[in-house]
């Protein structure tokens, strides 16, 4: 069983910066792939950035250039840095790992409220 604890959401002003980190209880080599997805109210949850055990990432469109996911081997943790935050971007963060069967396991989430 792997777990997930995301934290670092909360409230910040257009323009600004946060950085979320999922710290997970498995080594980056037990893992296909692991990534952040999102939901806002009333919407699918969608894929933020991914990133895979060989450190290869990937990006939704309306957040390339602004997020930025890595990760840190020796605390199993991964990061999303996010800059020049827009209101559009409220929503509730998801960590997520793909373990190498393919099993998708989630975290609880942590809200990101962009608003002035």
């Known amino acids: 069983q792997v777990q997930l604890a995301e934290s670092g959401g909360g409230l910040v002003q257009p323009g600004g910066s946060l950085r979320l980190a999922c710290a997970h209880s498995?080594?980056?080599?037990?893992?296909?792939?692991m990534g952040w997805y999102r939901q806002a109210p009333g919407k699918e949850r969608e894929l933020v950035a991914r990133i895979t055990r060989g450190s290869g990432a990937n990006y939704a469109d309306s957040v390339a250039g602004r997020f930025t996911i890595s990760r840190d081997n020796a605390k199993n943790t991964v990061y999303l840095q996010m800059n020049s935050l827009k209101p559009e971007d409220t929503a509730v963060y998801y960590c997520?790992?793909?373990?190498?069967?393919?099993?998708?396991?989630w975290g609880k989430g942590t809200l990101v409220t962009v608003s002035s």
């Open positions: 498995r080594n980056f080599f037990s893992f296909n792939h």
């Open positions: 997520n790992l793909v373990d190498l069967g393919g099993r998708n396991y």
